[in-house]
């Protein structure tokens, strides 16, 4: 099993950047992939982004209201994913969750999560 934790979220105002770490730690070398996912109040969980562990740099995936804005990446010597989320915008707003054993779009796919972190953009 991989534990993840989760920092990084906050208040910020429309326009501005965030960036969100997921530290993982336990069985990392089991793991393929890490997803971020965001569940907005109302709504049910959606994709934000995902990265393979395997190869040189990792292939990655985004979902169409991200691209072009949010980058994903890894420190493979930290066990660390990160989410860089530039031009926030106030429907960014959502808890961010990170997840491990995958890189798929489907939340289902993964067996790890982390408890989560707020993300606030004040238009």
């Known amino acids: 099993q991989v534990q993840l934790v989760e920092s990084g979220g906050g208040l910020v105002q429309a326009g501005g950047s965030l960036r969100l770490s997921c530290a993982a730690s336990g069985r990392t070398n089991s793991n393929i992939g890490t997803g971020w996912f965001r569940r907005a109040p109302g709504k049910e969980r959606a994709f934000v982004a995902s990265?393979?562990?395997?190869?040189?740099?990792?292939?990655?995936n985004y979902a169409d209201s991200v691209k072009g804005r949010f980058t994903i990446s890894r420190d493979s010597a930290k066990n660390t994913v990160y989410l860089e989320m530039n031009s926030l915008k106030p429907e960014d707003t959502a808890v961010y969750y990170c997840?491990?054993?995958?890189?798929?779009?489907?939340?289902?796919?993964?067996?790890?999560w982390g408890q989560g972190t707020q993300v606030t953009v004040s238009s």
């Open positions: 990265i393979a562990w395997r190869g040189p740099t990792g292939s990655t």
């Open positions: 997840a491990a054993g995958s890189y798929s779009r489907n939340w289902k796919a993964y067996s790890s």
